[in-house]
């Protein structure tokens, strides 16, 4: 009979213990998880750096503060001013994010670069090149394939800067006495500023490659397009000037094609204009190494008997062969009769 009641008792003290443990830990379970990549303040997508856009920032009311009672004092005390309205919720976020840009108007009137002084169309402060943006812009680029009574070539550079590959071909630039236009990325210019300037001081182009390089949402939509476009021409202008205008852009992967017509039009009606390339030294067709030798050998199968080369690089990360292989290519096209100048709309 002693064993019977001692075995409900162990059962009932067991009971309890659970209870007690399930209690202490059930009220710390969610149910959801967080993942670590949303503290990041930008990371990389497809080799480019990225901020995350349009995430919802949390907010906080704003704390009341009673208006302090007037102090005394002889002078006479001016009437008090109606208290003022509180404002509106503020965001955690003490600044905004860099080179943002309010959301763009594509009225022709409002074009930051719009022309409408004829006087203004050889501003020397251009460099020489003609001060114009949107379709007049555009057919100036158009005819940069085709010169009648001499050959010219633009050497250009895509998706930078990366401060150790952009740097050296600046260095050599400089050693060759050659000016070329930087199609670079928003994101990564506002990273690497300083060799945006670096780029603007010693008298190379600066275009616009859109801000984040990123096929499926500019792609999307022509308005992300010009969105982006607008946004990175803000970078630029907090680097180099807000009374500069940046109006040259490249599509990234080219705007080759019918799919791309609503997008080349609402290119140009915002007031921007856009140039490809016809002729490539290859350091982007595929991942494997390509040598120097290799991206020399692709200029000269491209480049054909063109009066107006266009001339397609990269100042990318992993570009080193770009940065050994650019004396020669400079000094084969010098050999071909080529003078190098700068594509129109870059200064």
């Not at 994010?97 to 020397?124: F, K, V």
Request: hydrophobic content about 30%; aromatic content about 8%.
């Amino acid at each position: 009979m002693k064993r019977k009641t001692k075995r409900p008792a162990r059962v009932v003290s067991k009971f309890v213990l659970i209870l007690m443990i399930l209690n202490l830990t059930l009220p710390f379970y969610g149910g959801a998880t967080t993942s670590a990549l949303e503290t990041l303040g930008h990371h990389y997508l497809n080799g480019y750096i990225y901020r995350p856009q349009n995430t919802p920032e949390p907010t906080r009311q704003p704390e009341a503060h009673p208006a302090p009672p007037p102090s005394p004092s002889p002078s006479p005390t001016p009437s008090p001013s109606p208290s003022p309205k509180p404002s509106p919720t503020p965001e955690l976020t003490p600044t905004p994010e860099p080179g943002s840009t309010p959301e763009p108007g594509i009225e022709p009137s409002d074009s930051p670069g719009a022309i409408t002084d004829p006087s203004q169309e050889d501003d020397p402060n251009q460099g020489g090149l003609p001060a114009v943006t949107g379709m007049d812009l555009q057919k100036l680029l158009d005819a940069a394939y085709r010169n009648d009574d001499r050959k010219v070539a633009y050497l250009t550079f895509d998706d930078g800067p990366a401060p150790h590959i952009t740097n050296a071909i600046l260095d050599i630039l400089r050693e060759e006495n050659v000016k070329a236009t930087f199609f670079s990325i928003g994101n990564l210019a506002e990273v690497f500023p300083d060799e945006i300037r670096r780029q603007y001081e010693e008298g190379h182009g600066i275009g616009n490659h859109t801000y984040t390089h990123k096929f499926r949402q500019i792609y999307a939509d022509p308005q992300n397009f010009v969105d982006e476009l607008i946004k990175t021409e803000g970078v630029y202008k907090s680097i180099l000037g807000e009374d500069k205008t940046f109006r040259l852009i490249r599509f990234p992967g080219g705007s080759f094609g019918d799919k791309l017509e609503p997008f080349r039009e609402a290119v140009n009606e915002a007031g921007f204009a856009y140039i490809d390339w016809n002729c490539v030294n290859g350091d982007a067709e595929t991942l494997d190494y390509q040598s120097p030798q290799k991206l020399l050998s692709r200029v000269k199968e491209t480049t054909g008997s063109k009066s107006g080369l266009i001339v397609l690089m990269h100042d990318a990360p992993g570009k080193e062969t770009t940065v050994e292989a650019l004396p020669s290519i400079i000094e084969y096209l010098r050999s071909k009769g080529y003078e190098f100048e700068l594509l129109p709309g870059s200064r």
